[in-house]
């Protein structure tokens, strides 16, 4: 970490200085349209305006921006597979962790980096032995969860910590170390995982250590052309080069989506208790398996294979729409829209849309992906009449699970587990940074029912 550490060395002391200043002298300005009220104590805390988090703020309408960057600007601007504007994770990540825009120079060196930590894809001893005896079928989510936290057998941090070796100023070079192991040691487990939920666990792929943390992701899950994948994908060497790229731009753009999602929130709380960032991270995902934050895509997959098996015509805009009706007149949702912050389409799902509209070819005879692409155009307004949700556009899991689906990962359940992968860079960089501005162990008041009754 020579580089990105001196980058965020020269960064640490002014901006800790400037948070010092904030909390010393002016701890008691009041933040706007941020009251609490008995609605938003109710009503799982909405609005609130109550977390510190730096690198990544969700606009209601403009969506995410990554230290103020659009997605697009970093399509633009971070290094990556420049012939399909498909920026690797590992530029996300120095742009999270130091705000700043990586040079290739810098982002192969954090490829490096991450490999070298990956040990070639070999996870430690005691993480094999306990992957290897948990149930094939058990849910993928539980499964890297628990491998997570077991990796905390070796933190840096809880060591230092335990021995006394470290002080409190230094606590963020250890919660680094630790984090970036952590992510380095991503792609083995969803690969092991995945290997256990479609081959009874025999490797379906193995590590390059030439190549970047997303393509290992896929090569380890058997999906990469040529010799690193050891079973026959299906995949033509274009498909599986296409899939590298699908993987870079989900891991990428799912990396943060502010303080306030439950696993990121989730990591920063068990974090604020000086866990090490492996149980922080091990507790996030544990929050991201929920049906209603990171399981949605595979609803919206049901969904649309359900919806592709009633309807006659999947290019009928009447058909679809009367589909639609017939979901909300029985209290269903429509999975895939809507969303609790943002009131616009969501500039996720619009890359994800772009990815899927740059390979038309390829998805022209698959009707699900072909309906993914034809419901904005019919969905919203429906919505709109129906007059219930504040969102009534495309929200980032409307597209994801399908697109997968179309390279052949049909193991809806796993799909949670890439989104786990890519979701440890946002958290674990807040982290780094919440050990650096030395932010206390977190702990707001509760209320009962008689305490809220009194106020009214
Ligand atoms: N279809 C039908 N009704 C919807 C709807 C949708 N897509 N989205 C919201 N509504 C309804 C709500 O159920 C609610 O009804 P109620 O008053 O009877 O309870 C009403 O509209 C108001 O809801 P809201 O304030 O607009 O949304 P919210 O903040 O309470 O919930 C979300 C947000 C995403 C859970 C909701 O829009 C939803 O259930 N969408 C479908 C599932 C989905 O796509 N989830 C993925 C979200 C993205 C993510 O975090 N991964």
């Known amino acids: 970490t020579s580089t990105l550490r001196s980058v965020l060395k020269e960064t640490i002391p002014e901006r800790r200085e400037q948070l010092l200043k904030l909390k010393k002298f002016h ?57 399909d504007h498909q920026f690797y994770p590992e530029s996300m990540l120095w742009l999270l962790l130091t705000g700043k825009v990586p040079t290739v120079e810098q982002t192969n060196e954090l490829i490096s980096e991450l490999n070298g930590r990956a040990e070639n894809g070999r996870l430690p001893e005691c993480t094999e032995k306990l992957l290897d005896n948990l149930p094939n079928n058990m849910h993928p989510m539980t499964q890297l969860a628990i491998a997570v936290a077991s990796l905390n057998y070796g933190s840096q941090f809880a060591k230092g910590y335990q021995a006394g070796t470290i002080n409190k100023l230094n606590y963020w070079e250890s919660t680094l170390e630790d984090s970036l192991t952590l992510i380095s040691r991503l792609p083995a487990l969803v690969g092991k995982i995945y290997s256990k939920i479609t081959q009874d666990g025999s490797p379906l792929g193995q590590f390059n250590s030439s190549k970047d943390w997303s393509y290992n992701i896929c090569s380890l899950m058997g999906m990469t052309a040529g010799g690193d994948s050891l079973n026959n994908n299906n995949l033509s060497p274009q498909q599986s080069q296409d899939f590298v790229n699908l993987m ?134 429906v919505l709109k009449e129906h007059g219930k949700c504040k969102n009534p556009y495309p929200n980032v899991d409307s597209a994801s699970g399908v697109l997968f689906q179309h390279y052949g990962v049909t193991q809806l359940l796993f799909i949670t587990a890439i989104f786990g992968c890519s979701r440890a860079l946002g958290p674990l960089s807040q982290l780094v940074w919440d050990r650096i501005y030395g932010l206390p162990i977190e702990r707001p008041k509760s209320m009962d029912l008689e305490a809220l009754q009194k106020l009214v």
Not at 61 to 77: A, L, N, R, S, V
């Open 27 to 83: 701890g008691q300005v009041k933040i706007p349209a941020g009251d609490i009220t008995i609605g938003s104590v109710l009503g799982g805390m909405r609005g609130n305006k109550s977390i510190f988090w730096q690198s990544t703020t969700l606009d209601p309408m403009d969506g995410i921006k990554f230290h103020g960057m659009t997605i697009k600007q970093c399509q633009e601007q971070l290094p990556g597979d420049a012939n």
């Open 248 to 381: 870079r731009l989900y891991t990428g753009i799912h990396a943060d989506h502010e303080g306030g999602n439950v696993s990121a929130h989730t990591t920063h709380l068990v974090g604020s208790a000086l866990s090490d960032p492996f149980l922080s991270y091990s507790s996030g995902l544990m929050g991201l398996a929920g049906p209603l934050h990171g399981l949605a895509a595979q609803e919206v997959v049901r969904f649309l294979v359900e919806m592709n098996g009633s309807i006659k015509n999947v290019n009928d805009p009447k058909q679809i729409s009367e589909y639609l009706w017939s979901l909300l007149s029985s209290n269903r949702v429509i999975p895939g829209y809507g969303h609790a912050v943002l009131r616009n389409t969501d500039p996720r799902f619009q890359a994800m849309l772009e990815f899927a509209e740059r390979r038309s070819d390829e998805f022209k005879d698959d009707a699900n992906v072909q309906l993914m692409m034809t419901l904005p155009k019919v969905a919203p307004a």
